[in-house]
T-cell receptor, first 116, second 112 residues
Framework: ETGVTQTPRHLVMGMTNKKSLKCEQH?????MYWYKQSAKKPLELMFV???????ENNSVPSRFSPECPNSSHLFLHLHTLQPEDSALYLC???????????????FGPGTRLTVL | KQEVTQIPAALSVPEGENLVLNCSFT??????LQWFRQDPGKGLTSLLL?????REQTSGRLNASLDKSSGRSTLYIAASQPGDSATYLC???????????FGPGTRLSVLP
């Protein structure tokens, strides 16, 4: 257990569905991340939230919509996805020091998403 | 744009061997570098974090080194065990450690 939980662990959805992934961290961190891990590709950073403010968006399509209501919770809202969006979606958290320096990242177990 | 590569892509060794995993990055202006292990279908477990000002970090049987000038990091695993079998990922962070760029990983199998 890393202190970062994700639900659901598995999700199957159609291309017209709307669903949300949830991440919660119990480490007292103030930065949270979404990553995508596709087969045969390196892990890709999608979004970064620092003190609930989105500070990074790595050219992610608008069908992925993140939400960070507080520093402990992070959501990824999904709508009109494509089959190529099928992947393992990982959430991570870290502590941001004074001066804006980020400490090591701790990852959740991931949500395995299949888009039919 | 930072690119991270890892060699070898896969490695199979008998139990008890010492081994070295390699990670290379193209932009030496990194803030830190982190090594992870990932078991099949699972999330990532942090192993070691090396700050840009450090040369190495040790945890138990693991030792990670960093040479920024040559754009390389190595992960040394001593006396390997079957439980070490996993995929090992390195990630180079820039921008104060906010943005991690991951390598493709090395899949390690330790045979009993």
């Amino acid at each position: 257990e890393t202190g970062v939980t994700q639900t659901p662990r598995h999700l199957v959805m159609g291309m017209t569905n709307k669903k949300s992934l949830k991440c919660e961290q119990h480490l007292g961190h103030n930065a949270m991340y979404w990553y995508k891990q596709s087969a045969k590709k390196p892990l890709e950073l999608m979004f970064v939230y620092n003190f609930k403010e989105q500070t990074e968006n790595n050219s992610v399509p608008s069908r992925f919509s993140p939400e960070c209501p507080n520093s402990s919770h992070l959501f990824l809202h999904l709508h009109t996805l494509q089959p190529e969006d099928s992947a393992l979606y990982l959430c991570a958290s870290s502590q941001v020091q004074r001066g804006g320096l980020f400490n090591e990242q701790f990852f959740g177990p991931g949500t395995r998403l299949t888009v039919l | 744009k930072q690119e991270v590569t890892q060699i070898p892509a896969a490695l199979s060794v008998p139990e008890g061997e010492n081994l070295v995993l390699n990670c290379s990055f193209t932009d030496s202006a990194i803030y830190n570098l982190q090594w992870f292990r990932q078991d099949p279908g699972k999330g990532l477990t942090s192993l070691l974090l090396i700050q840009s000002s450090q040369r190495e970090q040790t945890s138990g049987r693991l030792n990670a080194s960093l040479d920024k000038s040559s754009g390389r990091s190595t992960l040394y695993i001593a006396a390997s065990q079957p439980g070490d079998s996993a995929t090992y990922l390195c990630a180079a962070a820039d921008n104060y450690g906010q943005n991690f760029v991951f390598g493709p990983g090395t899949r390690l199998s330790v045979l009993p």
